[in-house]
């Protein structure tokens, strides 16, 4: 009786093993999703080191799909977490050292920066880590990346400072509030692009037809525009991203606009040229406001500190490039 129990039962574990490789051909190996703690593979080093980073990648791609998009990423030794965005719902997504990942529906998304999945390279962390460890002689204890501005912060385990800031790519790592040594005013997504600002005018076009105020960033911008006799203030990130959208009435200042289709996106880039700008590398940010300066509506383009002079002006076409003491 003993050996039938026993013949019994390990028949049953071979048709549980087989069962199981079935199920592994049908899925695959690689079908890690909602698989979150169960992996018991050890890791050699750890997922801020970059080889170990393409799994967090590999598991954010497979949960969000091939246009998946973050508005963070919280990355620790064995550990990471993310947010993102599915067919307008916020998702929460927790990834094991092995790529095994958890994945959580909690409501409508939010007005947010993101950033797609496909532009987050896991080079990055080798750079920005080995930065941080050589300004500091200490470990990183963990990194954060916000889609809204997609920057890195590190934080260190121990000693000062405490965090830097880094670029998407892991270069130019700073404190906080320092220069960037890398300016982003000619990147590919930079909103100082003509193509960049011109999807920002199109998604401030739907709100109203006149302009208040524009101000951009490398990697923001701010509108107010007019309807109804009402400011409704708009902020847009990177890809035109709507991030904040605020309506209230007119103030005493607001009482100059112009069509928002004479705005021309090609303006900054123009004044760019510049010899004292010196191409959209070395612009900080521009400013137009409607209010007539010498008779017309003319635009700011400011320069990094230091420069001379600190910023150009031109008209709505970026043309005709002046600058403040000209003679």
Do not use: C, H
Request: aromatic share 6%; hydrophobic share 40%; net charge neutral.
């Amino acid at each position: 009786m003993r050996t039938l129990a026993v013949l019994l039962g390990l028949i049953a574990t071979v048709a549980g093993a087989y069962g199981g490789f079935l199920l592994m051909r049908e899925v695959g190996p690689g079908d890690l999703s909602n698989s979150y703690g169960r992996g018991t593979t050890a890791i050699d080093g750890n997922l801020l080191e970059s080889r170990n980073f393409a799994r967090v990648v590999e598991a954010l791609e497979r949960d969000l799909g091939p246009d998946g998009r973050i508005s963070n990423l919280n990355v620790e030794l064995l550990e990471a977490t993310a947010t993102g965005v599915v067919d307008g719902r916020r998702v929460s997504i927790r990834i094991d050292a092995n790529g095994n990942s958890e994945k959580n529906e909690f409501g409508d998304a939010l007005p947010t920066g993101t950033i797609p999945v496909s532009k987050i390279d896991p080079a990055a962390l080798d750079v920005l880590r080995e930065a941080a460890v050589k300004e500091t002689g200490e470990p990183v204890k963990n990194v954060t990346l916000y889609g809204g501005n997609r920057q890195w912060t590190v934080y260190m385990l121990r000693g000062e400072p405490d965090s830097f800031v880094a670029n998407l790519n892991g270069t130019g790592l700073r404190l906080s509030g320092e220069e960037n040594p890398d300016p982003l005013g000619g990147a590919p997504d930079s909103l100082l692009r003509a193509k960049n600002l011109q999807k920002v005018l199109d998604a401030a076009a739907k709100e109203g037809s006149r302009l208040l105020d524009l101000t951009l960033w490398p990697e923001r911008a701010s509108v107010q525009v007019e309807k109804g006799g009402r400011a409704v203030s708009l902020q847009f990130g990177f890809d035109a991203e709507l991030t904040s959208r605020d309506v209230n009435a007119l103030n005493g200042a607001q009482t100059t606009s112009i069509p928002l289709s004479r705005v021309d996106a090609r303006a900054v880039e123009r004044m760019a040229k510049s010899k004292y700008a010196k191409g959209l590398k070395g612009a900080m940010y521009a400013i137009l406001r409607p209010q007539p300066i010498e008779g017309t509506p003319q635009w700011l383009l400011y320069l990094p500190e230091g420069s001379d002079p600190p910023y150009i002006t031109a008209n709505l076409k970026g043309r005709g490039v002046s600058w403040p003491g000209r003679g």
